[in-house]
T-cell receptor, first 115, second 113 residues
């Protein structure tokens, strides 16, 4: 049973460029979550999917951010026109279907540095 | 508005002794609480959880206690081992809110040999 995987693990980009991250959840996990973690802080919720439906987006997710989960499998998080304030660790988590409550299992994260 | 707080940014403990990590929350609607452990450059690893209908859950060396009236939970690690040195996050969720996690700021634990 492989865990949650995220690619790339590291990304350095220049301000104004677009970046895209990918998350592959644990197979058969129908819920997928994106979080962002900055230095010295706990992770903060960005958005989540149940199957292919995006059910909630945080106020942290500005119009420059978009997330998709086609066919309810992997998910992508795109940031357009990156800003230095976007520099952070982007974490993906998945949880299985079933009764309440669900435990979320995290991937290794993608560390983004915007220069 | 920080709904989950970990007031101790760091903790140092001798190997073999007990580590006690504390967490406070403000939202009484939370119904599930979790502890995660995080090493540098890795994602959080799930440790242990507790439902709001319980006051204690134990798994090996890890025990989580929940005091709903005080809106307080704690994680006990006994005995502490050098490999436990990491940052620990408490998190809370509500089933009615999609179970998205609200995290505390973390406590860095150092276990000295």
């Amino acid at each position: 049973d492989t865990g949650v995987s995220q690619n790339p693990r590291h990304k350095i980009t220049k301000r104004g460029q677009n970046v895209t991250f990918r998350c592959d959840p644990i197979s058969e996990h129908n819920r997928l979550y994106w979080y962002r973690q900055t230095l010295g802080q706990g992770p903060e919720f960005l958005t989540y999917f149940q199957n292919e439906a995006q059910l909630e987006k945080s106020r942290l997710l500005s119009d420059r951010f978009s997330a998709e989960r086609p066919k309810g499998s992997f998910s992508t998080l795109e940031i357009q026109r990156t800003e230095q304030g976007d520099s952070a660790m982007y974490l993906c988590a998945s949880s299985p279907p079933g009764g309440v409550p669900w435990t979320q299992y995290f991937g290794p994260g993608t560390r983004l540095l915007v220069l | 508005d920080q709904q989950v707080k970990q007031n101790s940014p760091s903790l140092s403990v001798q190997e073999g002794r007990i580590s006690i990590l504390n967490c406070d929350y403000t939202n009484s609607m939370f119904d599930y609480f979790l502890w995660y452990k995080k090493y540098p450059a890795e994602g959080p690893t799930f440790l242990i959880s507790i439902s709001s209908i319980k006051d204690k859950n134990e798994d090996g060396r890890f025990t989580v206690f929940l005091n709903k009236s005080a809106k307080h939970l704690s994680l006990h690690i006994v005995p502490s081992q050098p490999g436990d040195s990491a940052v620990y996050f408490c998190a809370a969720s509500r089933a009615a809110a999609g179970n998205k996690l609200t995290f505390g700021g973390g406590t860095r634990v150092l276990v000295k040999p």
